[in-house]
């Protein structure tokens, strides 16, 4: 079966780093994203990646593995409004999106 | 914003009512959405409409009916639901068929506890 990994939640303290990471199983790989869903809202794009290796966008950064089936999503400087929960997600042969359970990402001051 | 509208936003019905739910994107996109999203539990894809087919029906139980008039408008007929089923309802839509991420960008959801 297809399945996507991701830690349940996570604590951090602002200003610091925190790295959230994702583990896939799925049939076929086109592609796996990173979306921040605040609570009461619409999860919001922020990563793409299809090729192994790190993309970097401000302070949010994008790990991609596919041998290992693997990525994780880096957050430097964090703000208290980083607090969020973080979906990572992965396009199927089907190009159909598989996602994780998300984690919740809480910042303390 | 987004660009994808959900109407309403929070929505309680009982078992035996009939209410539809509403979805509007305005990004000129060909392929529309329905996930329902429960506490801690991964996004479940319901339905897809690409150029208004449905092409993707994820065994949803036959008390939810998807409509897609065109490519900007999608509902979700929802008639004799369960207690179970009360969980935020998500539209998505993204650009199938071009080069790219193809990214989904999803409504705010609409909020639905069945009594």
């Known amino acids: 079966g297809q399945n996507i990994d991701q830690p349940t939640e996570m604590t951090a303290t602002e200003g610091a780093i925190v790295q959230i990471n994702c583990t896939y199983q799925t049939s076929g790989f086109n592609g796996l994203f990173w979306y921040q869903q605040h609570a009461g809202e619409a999860p919001t794009f922020l990563s793409y990646n299809v090729l192994d290796g790190l993309e970097e966008k401000g302070r949010f950064s994008s790990f991609l593995s596919r041998s290992k089936g693997y990525s994780y999503l880096l957050l430097k400087e964090l703000q208290m409004k980083d607090s969020a929960s973080y979906l990572c997600?992965?396009?199927?042969?089907?190009?159909?999106?598989?996602w994780g359970a998300g984690t919740k990402l809480i910042i303390k001051p | 914003e987004t660009g994808v509208t959900q109407t309403p936003r929070h929505l309680v019905m009982g078992m035996t009512n009939k209410k539809s739910l509403k979805c509007e994107q305005h990004l000129g996109h060909n392929a529309m959405y329905w996930y329902k999203q429960s506490a801690k539990k991964p996004l479940e894809l319901m339905f897809v409409y690409n150029f208004k087919e449905q092409t993707e029906n994820n065994s949803v139980p036959s008390r939810f009916s998807p409509e897609c008039p065109n490519s900007s408008h999608l509902f979700l007929h929802l008639h004799t639901l369960q207690p179970e089923d009360s969980a935020l309802y998500l539209c998505?839509?993204?650009?199938?068929?071009?080069?790219?991420?193809?990214?989904?960008?999803f409504g705010p959801g609409t909020r639905l506890t069945v009594l």
């Open positions: 998505a839509s993204s650009q199938e068929g071009t080069s790219g991420s193809n990214e989904q960008f």
């Open positions: 997600a992965v396009m199927d042969s089907n190009y159909q999106l598989i």
